[in-house]
């Protein structure tokens, strides 16, 4: 393991407190800001990076498997990521209002503008992909899933969770 290996930190995911109140405000928007806050929470549900995102088109809704197409990028794998159908119908409903192919046709620089606004703590947009790392590997124990979910290439840049979440409970329960 290299000491350059990239590792997590609080600083680097919403904690559940943090994911409470980003689902707060998101279900409170929902109204009067029905993009944003189905963005936020797409990036929640699905793991997708803010590029992949705003590259997401309305072919890419699969209606059959209520599931959506993430094409990945930085020579990341494309993955299907299910949706509750709740959320499938909400984004169904919000394309079909859209003129054009893309679903959330804004630029990267106005994502991270809203996302200032939007954000519950001073975190980066990117949080919102690892808090939906931590959260599957919690409820599943299983990096294999992880590496799918996120499009991994490599298992070895999803043992981060794993690794993190491992030391962090076996440091309280030997601690405290």
């Known amino acids: 393991m290299s000491a350059s290996r990239y590792s997590l930190n609080k600083s680097k995911y919403l904690?559940?407190?943090?994911?409470?109140?980003?689902?707060?405000?998101?279900?409170d928007d929902q109204v009067m800001d029905g993009r944003n806050s189905l963005?936020?929470?797409?990036?929640?549900?699905?793991?997708?990076?803010?590029q992949e995102l705003l590259n997401i088109q309305k072919s890419?809704?699969?209606?059959?498997?209520q599931s959506i197409l993430i094409r990945g990028l930085?020579?990341?794998?494309?993955?299907?990521?299910?949706?509750?159908?709740?959320a499938f119908q909400k984004l169904?409903?919000?394309?079909?209002?859209?003129?054009?192919p893309?679903?959330?046709?804004?630029?990267?620089?106005?994502?991270?503008?809203?996302?200032?606004f939007y954000r519950p703590?001073?975190?980066?947009?990117?949080?919102?992909?690892?808090?939906?790392?931590?959260?599957?590997?919690?409820r599943s124990r299983d990096l294999r899933l992880i590496q799918v979910a996120l499009g991994?290439?490599?298992?070895?840049?999803?043992?981060?969770?794993?690794d993190y979440l491992y030391s962090t409970q076996e440091l309280r329960r030997l601690i405290l």
């Open 152 to 162: 991994h290439r490599n298992i070895q840049n999803t043992m981060i969770y794993a």
């Open 121 to 138: 703590v001073p975190k980066k947009f990117h949080s919102l992909r690892h808090t939906f790392a931590i959260e599957l590997y919690q």
């Open 15 to 27: 904690l559940p407190p943090e994911v409470a109140r980003l689902r707060k405000i998101i279900a």
């Open 60 to 65: 890419d809704l699969n209606s059959y498997d």
């Open 92 to 100: 169904f409903l919000f394309t079909e209002r859209q003129p054009g």
């Open 74 to 86: 930085k020579g990341s794998n494309d993955r299907e990521i299910p949706l509750a159908s709740s």
């Open 39 to 50: 963005l936020f929470d797409l990036a929640l549900r699905t793991g997708a990076r803010a």
């Open 102 to 116: 893309r679903i959330f046709p804004i630029s990267y620089d106005r994502l991270y503008q809203i996302w200032e």
